[in-house]
T-cell receptor, first 109, second 112 residues
Framework: RKEVEQDPGPFNVPEGATVAFNCTYSNSASQSFFWYRQDCRKEPKLLMS???SGNEDGRFTAQLNRASQYISLLIRDSKLSDSATYLCVVKYENNDMRFGAGTRLTVKP | DVKVTQSSRYLVKRTGEKVFLECVQD?????MFWYRQDPGLGLRLIYFSYDVKMKEKGDIPEGYSVSREKKERFSLILESASTNQTSMYLC???????????FGQGTRLTVV
């Protein structure tokens, strides 16, 4: 079983839709959590950190549930430019850092 | 801005060659990582380092070794390249165990 699991998708949604991604992790010795975005043939880039109380950045909302060991990302009012692969990331107390396999999102006109 | 630089964007090597992939970061980060990324498999951790001369194995260390002689540089070594090591290799660095990581642009390695 992978340490960090994501639904690979693909998610195909129309512009303006709301879409949610979930990610589960198996190792409870987790320290911090992030969502990254990766465009085709590019390196991953930080989208947002995920805090225990939940956090929002414009159209993006991230939530963490430590008891159930999952994190989520909600994108509201999807734009064409949101099309990308979204990666959830877990960092551990021993400095290790693991990625989910990514969820591919395509936003269509 | 943090800059993580990988020495090559594209590399073609022959089976059996010893291959060095270099990664340099300019922000005095403690942690550095090497991943490979393959379609459908996501990013898989090969090795990481949390200090100079310190290294830890990730999920797939077989066939690879690493070197961190200086804080800013983390090298990935393929002792004897094989065709199943054809992949995109991504280096990352992070200030500590809590903060986000920054990636290099990746090296697409082809072993023929």
């Amino acid at each position: 079983r992978k340490e960090v699991e994501q639904d690979p998708g693909p998610f195909n949604v129309p512009e303006g839709a709301t879409v949610a991604f979930n990610c589960t992790y198996s190792n409870s010795a987790s320290q911090s959590f992030f969502w990254y975005r990766q465009d085709c043939r590019k390196e991953p880039k930080l989208l947002m950190s995920v805090y225990s109380s939940g956090n929002e950045d414009g159209r993006f909302t991230a939530q963490l549930n430590r008891a159930s060991q999952y994190i989520s990302l909600l994108i509201r009012d999807s734009k064409l430019s949101d099309s990308a692969t979204y990666l959830c990331v877990v960092k551990y107390e021993n400095n290790d850092m693991r990625f989910g396999a990514g969820t591919r999102l395509t936003v269509k006109p | 801005d943090v800059k993580v630089t990988q020495s090559s964007r594209y590399l073609v090597k022959r089976t059996g060659e010893k291959v060095f992939l270099e990664c340099v970061q300019d922000m005095d980060h403690e942690n550095m990582f090497w991943y490979r990324q393959d379609p459908g498999l996501g990013l898989r951790l090969i090795y990481f380092s949390y200090d100079v001369k310190m290294k830890e194995k990730g999920d797939i260390p077989e066939g690879y070794s690493v070197s961190r002689e200086k804080k800013e540089r983390f090298s990935l070594i393929l002792e004897s390249a094989s065709t199943n090591q054809t992949s995109m290799y991504l280096c990352a660095s992070a200030r500590d165990r809590v903060t986000e990581a920054f990636f290099g642009q990746g090296t697409r390695l082809t072993v023929v």
